[in-house]
């Protein structure tokens, strides 16, 4: 494993909204994120503008729920003073123990506060599946995104094209090239990546975008995250700054970084 400076590469500013989407470890990586974030000092919220599971105590100490981001933002900061990162939800729906998020509107008023250092948001869902093609309505990403993160689960590789393996199968298919059963190759997902329907679908023109390649556990993935990483160059490397090959679910391990963008 080598490690890496992401907090240079992602944070170069002191304040921001970095968005998730995609599928494959969004959650884990958002409070992965936000621990990064508290640990040098910053004020972090971490929400979403769809819907997430009521985080553990681990990944956040204090939640706020309310419908009006102004009382979010008033009670924040009271709470600011003693933990430094808060989850913050417009409703808990208790049937599922999720929490719903706020529309894009309350995160830009969340943005233009300046309550907070870094919000980090949840801008998809995937139902627990390693990839996803989103639908016409998704991904919900607040027009005030300064990076896009894309979130996609090395772990889809070589499963068949199913509503198992990838949420929203029907539209992925077309779009990576694949009919029905067919195995999620690297070209596949190359497809989808590149695809004007793919995964920075309605990507903000501003936003830095970037790849993560999530539960690279083993040699094999992570070879294919480097080749996935290599074919990008070659087809668009102004899809995204850069990809990052990684695991986040108990902590953020990171294993290979591949610049694409010609400035890099």
């Keep these: 494993m080598t490690e890496l400076p992401i907090e240079n590469l992602l944070f170069q500013k002191q304040q921001g909204v970095l968005a998730l989407i995609g599928a494959g470890g969004k959650t884990s990586l958002m409070f992965q994120l936000a ?18 599971f009521v985080p553990t105590s681990e990944q956040s100490a204090t939640l706020l729920v309310a ?12 709470s600011l003073s003693t933990s430094r990162h808060l989850t913050a939800a417009a409703e808990h729906l208790s049937d599922s123990n999720k929490l719903k998020g706020f529309s894009s509107e309350g995160i830009s008023q969340f943005a233009a506060s300046g309550v907070f250092d870094w919000i980090l ?23 005030c995104t300064s990076i896009l993160m894309a979130v996609i689960g090395l772990d889809v590789l070589n499963q068949p094209l199913s509503e198992k393996a990838v949420f929203r199968c029907e539209l992925a298919g077309p779009r990576m090239g694949l009919n029905q059963g067919e195995p999620v190759s690297e070209a596949a997902l190359v497809r989808l990546i590149l695809h004007p329907a793919g995964v920075f679908k309605d990507a903000p023109p501003d936003a ?26 070659r087809e668009d490397a102004g899809v995204a700054e850069a990809v990052i090959v990684g695991q986040a679910l108990d902590e953020l391990r990171l294993h290979a970084l591949h610049y694409l963008a010609s400035m890099h």
């Design 35 to 52: 621990r990064l974030l508290l640990r040098s000092g910053q004020r972090v919220l971490t929400t979403t503008t769809t819907k997430i």
């Design 67 to 78: 419908s009006d981001p102004q009382t979010i933002l008033h009670e924040a900061s009271s």
């Design 121 to 143: 948001v949840e801008a998809d869902g995937a139902a627990h599946r390693p990839l996803k093609a989103p639908a016409a309505h998704e991904p919900v990403i607040p027009p």
């Design 208 to 233: 830095r975008r970037f790849i993560f390649l999530n539960k690279g556990d083993d040699a094999e993935l992570r070879a294919a995250g480097s080749r996935i990483a290599m074919s990008l160059s």
